[in-house]
C-alpha cells in the first residue's frame, strides 16, 4: 500500500522568508499524481499544486513551488516571500490507485 | 475546478441520533468522495459515492453506520447514524476532475460535535 510521510508536524517562518516542507511517499506504481493541499483554520482544504509523476518539471505556482525527486520519492514544497496567510495545515497527498493524505505540517508565519 | 458546498457547516448532536450531511457540486461529476477528519488529524476516506449504485466503503466503515445516496452527478449525502462521542470529527466531501478525475476539490466541510 502507498505511505505519505511528512517529517515535520510544525514548522516556522519569517514574514517574506522561505520556507520548505518535506514530504516523502512510497509506492510501487510508477504513474501517480502528488499534490501539496492547505487547510486554513476556516478548515477549507485548497488545492495548491499538483505534480505529474511523468513530468520532470518541477511544477510552479506562484509563490510555491515543488521540488520533486521521482527516485528519491521525496516531494518538497517551497513557500517563497511567506505572507500571514499562509499560515495553515499543509497536507502532501499521493494519488495512484487511491488518493492518500500525509499526516500533515503545521505551518506558522510570524510577523 | 469545481464550488462545492456542504450542509450543514455545523452540528451539535445527541448521543443516538443521526445527522444527513449534503453535498452539492455546480457541475455535473462523476467521482464524489466522503471523508473524515479527526480533531488534530488528516483525512481518512470513508467511501467513495458512486452514481447510481451502491458506495464503496473503506476498511473500518461500513454501511449501516455512514450510508451514502448518490441520486445524480452533482449531489451525494453522508449520514452519520446511531451517533456516539467518537464521531465528533469535520466530515468533508470531495470531487475527482481532472481528466481521470486525479485532481480533488474539496467541499467547506461540515464540523460534528457528537455529546
Known amino acids: 500500500a502507498q505511505t505519505v510521510t511528512q517529517s515535520q508536524p510544525e514548522m516556522s517562518v519569517q514574514e517574506a522568508e522561505t520556507v520548505t516542507l518535506s514530504c516523502t511517499y512510497d509506492t510501487s506504481e510508477s504513474d501517480y499524481y502528488l499534490f501539496w493541499y492547505k487547510q486554513p483554520p476556516s478548515r477549507q482544504m485548497i488545492l495548491v499544486i499538483r505534480q505529474e509523476a511523468y513530468k520532470q518539471q518541477n511544477a510552479t505556482e506562484n509563490r510555491f513551488s515543488v521540488n520533486f525527486q521521482k527516485a528519491a520519492k521525496s516531494f518538497s514544497l517551497k513557500i517563497s516571500d511567506s505572507q500571514l496567510g499562509d499560515a495553515a495545515m499543509y497536507f502532501c497527498?499521493?494519488?495512484?490507485?487511491?488518493?492518500?493524505f500525509g499526516p500533515g505540517t503545521r505551518l506558522s508565519v510570524l510577523p | 475546478s469545481a464550488v462545492i458546498s456542504q450542509k450543514p457547516s455545523r452540528d451539535i448532536c445527541q448521543r443516538g441520533t443521526s445527522l444527513t450531511i449534503q453535498c452539492q457540486v455546480d457541475?455535473?461529476?462523476?467521482?464524489m468522495f466522503w471523508y473524515r477528519q479527526q480533531p488534530g488529524q488528516s483525512l481518512t476516506l470513508i467511501a467513495t459515492a458512486n452514481q447510481g449504485s451502491e458506495a464503496t466503503y473503506e476498511s473500518g466503515f461500513v454501511i449501516d453506520k455512514f450510508p451514502i445516496s448518490r441520486p445524480n452527478l452533482t449531489f451525494s449525502t453522508l449520514t452519520v447514524s446511531n451517533m456516539s462521542p467518537e464521531d465528533s470529527s469535520i466530515y468533508l466531501c470531495s470531487v475527482g476532475a481532472g481528466q481521470g478525475g486525479e485532481t480533488q476539490y474539496f467541499g467547506p466541510g461540515t464540523r460534528l460535535l457528537v455529546l
Open positions: 457541475s455535473q461529476v462523476t467521482m
Open positions: 497527498a499521493y494519488y495512484g490507485q487511491n488518493f492518500v
